[in-house]
């Protein structure tokens, strides 16, 4: 069955960055994009950004934009985020996504599924 | 960026009810080329990462009980549980896909009464 399985727990002072990894099993890895979420704690959910597999070109979220890196490692159908300059309000479970829809004109549209069981990364000094 | 609002912030319905969530997009979702709204729900059950349900507003993705339906276009949006069981407590989100960034409705806490 399709699968995403995360990087374990993460904890880092402010200034630092954090790599969450996440790999992929069940389907073909260059096939679909690769989304990032965050959740902090007790509060909805924020899109950080995505990756194509295939090609690793990205796109991001304004707010996060040269402050994150995603990538990926094709040979072990595993994508990576960092999130470098980390401060409190980073606090969050990150989750992995998978992206299915559709293609038009060039633009991506993607509901996420599956997601994987997401990376508690805590930002303290 | 498209704004997604969700009502209520929760609701406690009893078992065997009905329970209806509604969603509002600030510009519509609907695209035209096709006819299809980019809108999917999610159920996330407390400690477990978000869950696919419903997408193309309506389209109930493989294994998702009859019970969940979703329902509207353009920029009103309304998930219903037919009749409530006890495993649907869960907090449930909107998101559009129409474009970037993704963006999701805050969530509506679903209790039995």
């Known amino acids: 069955q399709v699968q995403l399985v995360q990087s374990g727990a993460e904890v880092k002072k402010p200034g630092a960055s954090v790599k969450v990894s996440c790999k992929a099993s069940g389907y073909t890895f260059t096939d679909y994009y690769i989304h990032w979420v965050r959740q902090a704690p007790g509060q909805g959910l924020e899109w950080v950004g995505r990756?194509?597999?295939?090609?690793?070109?990205?796109n991001s979220a304004q707010k996060f934009q040269g402050r994150v890196t995603m990538t990926g490692d094709t040979s072990i159908s595993t994508a990576y985020m960092e999130l470098n300059r980390l401060t409190s309000d980073d606090t969050a479970i990150y989750y992995c996504a998978r992206g299915s829809g559709v293609t038009v004109a060039g633009l991506i549209h993607s509901w996420l599924d599956p997601w994987g069981q997401g990376t508690l990364v805590t930002v303290s000094s | 960026d498209i704004v997604m609002t969700q009502s209520p912030d929760s609701l406690a319905v009893s078992l065997g009810e009905r329970a209806t969530i509604n969603c509002k997009s600030s510009q519509s979702v609907l695209y035209s080329s096709n006819n299809k709204n980019y809108l999917a729900w999610y159920q996330q059950k407390p400690g477990q990462p978000p869950k696919l349900l419903i997408y193309w507003a309506s389209t109930r993705e493989s294994g998702v009980p009859d019970r969940f339906s979703g329902s509207g276009s353009g920029t009103d949006f309304t998930l219903t549980i037919s009749s409530l069981q006890a495993e649907d407590v869960a907090v449930y989100y909107c998101?559009?896909?129409?474009?970037?960034?993704?963006?999701f409705g805050g969530g509506t806490t679903v209790e039995i009464k």
């Open positions: 990756i194509k597999p295939s090609s690793g070109g990205t």
């Open positions: 998101q559009q896909y129409y474009n970037s960034p993704l963006t």
